[in-house]
């Protein structure tokens, strides 16, 4: 925000330095980003009156003038035939710095001396809007009087300081000359007042010319309108069309003008309406309807949605509300009569229009950030104030105020102690009082609780932390003490639970897996890509209410999917080997439809692909896993089928004969749905289940001081009979005294039998207290083989 300095004296004295009070604003709150001081490549230029104008002696197109410049009388030799005796002008004197980094020197014309020069509007810079004339071809000649000698830019008021502030989002109070006037007072100690506004009595009544009504009060919590007729469409006065362009406004016509000046100096926005361009002569404030389209004053056409809020009249939109004006209403230089706009509208609403359009305005700029209900109706008697103190037209008496909400003022009481110790001061109330009160929030306290009634252009104080903060910034935040933190601080730690997936998850990687995290939303579509055909056959998911789109629509009951993802995007970028594992939940709704929140279950999910991936790899790691948590004695595999999988090569584990999930190599429909042309081993586990059972509690055991006794036992089994059915049998007929059993082979050839298959083992027996005798062995020995041929029917080879 620019903030010309020269404009904000109308209502606070300012005779402090400008670095000084740039750096006071920064440190409550106000960040100047920088100053600006205008003009400054205009120096030693000052206004002269031609006091005499004579022919060159050696030149028929030059003129010989003196110049009165105040403290002396100089002489200036120059071309331009619009110079006469009496006439103010603007003269650069020896030594002067124009624009363009020109220096001007004395010098001589035609063996004339000129000690400077007579300047042109061109040569200054000036615009029309600067200064009447500018643009016109000859010396800039000066309409009023001046004091020969003045500086020209004191003279055209030319020059000044300007303030670009950063204002926080929270303090669109501050976006306007008279919020800053007020924080500059209250910075450095000084009055302000806000601008006298006196509205002389008009003509006629405002509802015969003007009808309106507002249909979504929630998005236009107030409307105020107020007619001007007669309307003379003329160029601003100068002083007006220098604050604005100091302020960044390029000036356009006094009634385009009042409205800009009014958003910045009060900091509420406003437009003008034609108002014999608006069909039934009524506004109405409403949602666009489906359809519709308008042509902003930008020359493009816009087209509309439902969700936007407009003002229209009674066949059309003639404005977007809080964004910019409608070309079909625009004032032109054929005005007549027009209405004046100032309202309050929602700015979620504006936000969203503004974003939707690609459209941002000094307008919507302010509104999105919420302002003040009340300043609204301020503004709108101060713009036809202007009118008639400019003699743009006659006031029509009265004015349309649709009040939808209230104007009351928020009330706070809390216990003013309590800012001291957030802030660690110790500030009397009366102190803090006189603070608050010094920012327009009034205040009274009754013992320890102090009430602040906050004005309605503060809305974002709501609490005691935002009266401390104002407390704060204003006292000097480089005053506050710097104390030690108190108090007792509770050490953070992680619980069991997250301490071992950790540990799991420093398992996996280190077995050369990758984490990665997907999304919990997903689409309903991925159950038919992992070979579930009948939707009939999906599961039951949970649907997300505002879904960003149909691909993340609901909670994700399998994790495979996000998986196959992965694996897909490495495998067709030329990853040669992946290998990757989550750690997340799956959302199971408890019922549908949903009357409580879905059970969320930790679930660990692996993939692969790549020369080392194959089964055998993926039962390895989960055997590892389990050996981890000390569940390896109680899991089992099984053959198994899963939708995604291969039929043969899929595996279910069993977890104490519950269970927990399955693994196997991907199908080859799924492995196409997702273009991976190589095998792929998935898994998806039920981790919460494996961590409630989970023992990771290790006691020592010393080393054996007894030998150990190994046998070797080889036998031949049908094909159909699994290892881990073999495995349980040989340790229950081992008993105590077996400590290992090792698979070292299996053979299928032409001496086993056809369907057969020949398997060896190793078995290692020791006893902790003693030698084992052969007699304990070989009846341990016996009842594992008596186990095998009796319950899977093996022979001993």
Known sequence: MLLPINWVKEYVEVDADMKELADKLTMTGSNVEDIITLREEISGVVVGKLLSVESHPNADKLLVCKVDV???????????????????????????????????????????????????????????????????????????????????KEALDLGGV???????????????????AREIAVTTGKSWAMPKIEVKPGKGRVEDELQVEVENPDLCPRYLARVVRDIKIQPSPRWMRRRLAAAGV???????????????????????????????????????????????????????????????????????????GGANSEITEDTRQIVFESALFQGASVRMTSKALGIRSESSSRFEKGLDINMALTAVDRAVQLVQELGAGTLVEGRIDVLGTSVEKKKLTVEWNRINKLLGLELTADEISQILESLGIDVSVEGETMTAVIPTYRNDIEGMADLAEEVARIYGYDRIPMTLMEGSAAKGSRTDEQRLLDEIKGIMTGMGMYEVITYSFTSPNVYESIGIKDKADYPDTVRIA??????????????????????SRNYNRRIENCSIFEINPVFIPKSLPMTDLPEEVLTLAMGEYGEDADFYAMKGIIEALMSFLGLDERV????????ALHPGRTAEVLLDGESIGKFGELHPNTAANYDI???????????????????????????????AVTRDLAFVVDKKV??????????????????????????????????????????????????????????????IVSLLETELGAKLR
């Open 70 to 152: 105040g403290t002396e009388t100089v002489q200036i030799v120059t071309g331009a035939d619009n110079v006469a005796p009496g006439r103010l002008v603007p003269v650069a004197l020896h030594g002067a710095r124009l624009p363009g980094d020109i220096t001007i020197k004395r010098g001589k014309l035609r063996g004339v001396e000129s000690q400077g020069m007579l300047c042109s509007g061109e040569e200054l810079e000036l615009k029309d809007s600067d200064y009447p004339g500018a643009e016109t071809d000859g010396i800039l000649i000066l309409q009023e009087e001046y004091p020969p000698g003045m500086d020209i």
């Open 162 to 180: 300007v303030f670009d502030l950063e204002i926080t989002s929270n303090r669109p109070d501050c976006l306007s000359v008279v919020g800053m």
């Open 250 to 324: 390029r000036p356009i016509n006094n009634i385009v003008d009042i409205t800009n000046y009014v958003m910045l100096e009060l900091g509420q926005p406003m437009h003008a309406f034609d108002l014999e361009k608006l069909e039934g002569r009524k506004i109405i404030v409403r949602t666009a309807r489906p359809g519709e389209s308008i042509i902003t004053l930008d020359d493009q056409e816009r087209k509309l949605t439902p969700e936007m809020l407009v003002i229209a009249d009674a066949v059309k939109p003639i404005a977007l509300a809080g964004v910019m």
């Open 546 to 567: 505002n879904p960003l789109g149909e691909d993340q629509s609901v909670m994700r009951t399998t994790m495979l999917p996000s998986l196959l993802e992965v694996l």
């Open 636 to 643: 089992e595999f099984k053959a198994a089928l899963h939708s």
């Open 677 to 707: 042309n190589t095998r792929a081993i998935l898994g998806e586990l039920n981790l919460k289940i494996m961590l409630d059972k989970a023992n990771t509690v290790r006691q020592y055991r010393s080393l054996p001081k007894y030998p």
């Open 722 to 783: 699994l290892a881990a059915e073999i495995l349980e049998r040989v340790r229950r007929g081992g008993g105590r005294i077996l400590e290992e059993v090792s698979l070292f082979d299996i053979y299928e050839g032409s001496q086993i039998p056809e369907g057969c298959k020949s398997m060896a083992y190793s078995l290692t027996y020791r006893a902790a207290d003693r030698t084992l005798k052969d007699e304990e062995v070989n009846k341990a020995h016996e009842k």
